[in-house]
């Protein structure tokens, strides 16, 4: 019988040994990263809280708008007036008037400036632009999406002011009505 020998190599692997500098460089990135980890988890909680609000009034005006719709009003008006200077609006970007005057049924939203037809029947609605010299404005009466009315002003290149008053009657069942601002290039 002749001996056998059997020589077993195991290799494993082996794992770097992080110097003080890289150990240091790790951790600062881990600090880093866990600051901004807070970070994010308060501005989550932030946008969560505001979700919740939101949806609370979202579900408060669906209420609000059903019982209007079950208990309609016999008389609708509502006026409202635009008490600072718009700039910067954008191509159709709703001009929302921020003092309601009147709304005997609480039908327009200043935050989106849309009107809810709350009850069937005729409407005249009545709205006038005014800019100053060398400027125009053109703006449109949105019906349930759709333009349905325009006004334009222009001064030229006088140095006058101007302004231009739009008066459209509808007769409507459901609709949603804004003013917005135009912009042509």
Known sequence: MVPIYLTIILLLPT?????????????????????LLDRQQSINKELQTEISRLNLEITECTSM??????????KVAFSTQL??????????????FDKVILDTTSSYNNGDGVFVVPIVGIYVFTW????????????????NGAPYAFTKVDTGDGSDYGSGTQTAVLKVRDLFVKITYIQYL
């Open 65 to 74: 708008k059903a019982q209007k719709r079950q208990n309609p009003p016999n």
């Open 83 to 96: 008490t600072t200077h718009l700039t910067g609006l954008g191509k159709h970007a709703a001009v929302i």
């Open 128 to 143: 006038t632009v005014s800019i100053a010299n060398g400027d125009w404005q053109t703006t449109e009466l949105v019906v």
């Open 15 to 35: 794992s770097r040994v992080l110097s003080q500098e890289d150990a240091k460089h790790t951790e600062t990135r881990l600090q880093r990263l866990e600051i």
